[in-house]
């Protein structure tokens, strides 16, 4: 698989397969970071509301095609619908808030972060109060899916949107969807990596034309502060089988977690925001991993995962 993009379903865009996370950059460094990832060949930058760093990732995107660097077509960017947005009047503004934040006339894929309606809350200010104050009660609205994803669809039909997906969905949300979605689900963005490795969700979700991106794909290394899991965890990137795979092909521990997905037709949206790695982590095109490399990863698989609402103590086990 040497193929440097998938073709998404209905409008057949090209989604590059490597694209650079915005998740925990920080907002004083972000503008630079987005500018230096696309001076460097990104050319999808994955944006949530949430990540609440959207001026900062636009700033970065202005000054590339300022610069003349890229144009805007030649960028695939990608943003998310935070949980307090679901209801289908709230849809609209938040998309055109991202809109603003980004200084985009459009979004090339707009995914719905999670499949968990909460309560209207200003972003900026409670987007991460997932409580009634004063209870444990999680602030659930009663916002069907389907509503929601009308909003999405609409969207698309207004040129706001070019392509619509989810994040965090299992096959029984997506089911559902297709049954009533006039536009299917573009792509489904999930936790990969070699301790979690999906790959009945991934068969089926491919098989409905659906395409695939991976987050956190290096693993434990972006849950640190947030779960013990995680800190008792092996560091992917220092795992003895990846180190063996990695000195035999003369590439960097992240290099064949990164390959391992794109070989897979898997796309990545790695973050860095160190240059060198920021650059290396693009390396994942010029060489491939041979049968052997692939069976010890497979191997590797125990189902773990680590962005998990229950391991940060929200009773909901979304992915049961
Ligand atoms: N849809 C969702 O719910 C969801 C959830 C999580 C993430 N995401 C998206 O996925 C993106 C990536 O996932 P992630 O943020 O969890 O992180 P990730 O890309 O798996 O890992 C980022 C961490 O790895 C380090 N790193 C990056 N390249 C490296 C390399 N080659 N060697 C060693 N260390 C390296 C980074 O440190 P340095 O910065 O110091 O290099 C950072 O600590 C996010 O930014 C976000 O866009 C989506």
């Not at 700033?59 to 307090?84: C, H, M, P, S, Y």
């Not at 794109?262 to 790695?277: E, L, T």
């Not at 095109?285 to 052997?292: C, H």
Request: one cysteine or more; aromatic letters at 8%; a neutral charge.
């Amino acid at each position: 698989m040497n193929q440097d993009h998938v073709v998404l379903n209905r409008t057949n865009q090209k989604m590059p397969l490597i694209g650079y996370g915005c998740w925990k950059v920080d907002k004083d460094q972000c503008a630079d970071t987005i500018y230096n990832a696309i001076k460097v060949g990104y050319r999808l930058i994955d944006s949530a509301a949430v990540y609440a760093n959207e001026v900062e990732v636009g700033q970065g995107i202005e000054r590339a095609i300022k610069e003349g660097i890229v144009k805007r077509e030649d960028l695939f960017v990608v943003t998310k619908l935070w949980n307090t947005c679901h209801h289908k009047d709230n849809v609209r503004p938040a998309l055109q808030k991202s809109l603003k934040d980004l200084n985009l006339s459009y979004i090339d894929l707009y995914l719905i972060h999670f499949p968990i309606p909460l309560a209207y809350a200003d972003i900026q200010k409670h987007a991460l109060d997932w409580f009634e104050p004063g209870t444990q009660n999680m602030k659930i609205e009663r916002s069907p899916l389907q509503e929601t994803w009308r909003e999405m669809e609409r969207a698309v039909d207004d040129k706001l949107v070019r392509n619509i997906g989810v994040s965090n969905c299992n096959v029984q949300t997506i089911l559902d969807m297709l049954t009533y979605a006039k536009y299917k689900p573009a792509t489904l963005q999930i936790e990969h990596h070699p301790y979690l490795q999906q790959n009945r969700l991934i068969k089926w979700v491919k098989s409905q034309g659906i395409h695939i991106t991976a987050y956190s794909s290096f693993g434990p290394i972006s849950y640190l502060e947030m779960s013990e899991q995680a800190k008792n965890t092996k560091p992917l990137l220092d795992h003895d089988v990846i180190k063996s795979i990695a000195s035999k092909h003369g590439k960097t521990t992240g290099q064949v977690l990164l390959r391992w997905a794109v070989q897979r037709d898997v796309a990545v949206i790695p973050k860095s925001m160190n240059m060198d790695r920021m650059k290396s982590n693009l390396d994942v095109f010029s060489w491939s991993l041979d049968d052997d490399d692939l069976a010890k990863i497979a191997d590797m698989d125990i189902g773990l995962r680590f962005n998990d609402t229950v391991a940060y103590g929200l009773p909901i086990p979304l992915f049961d």
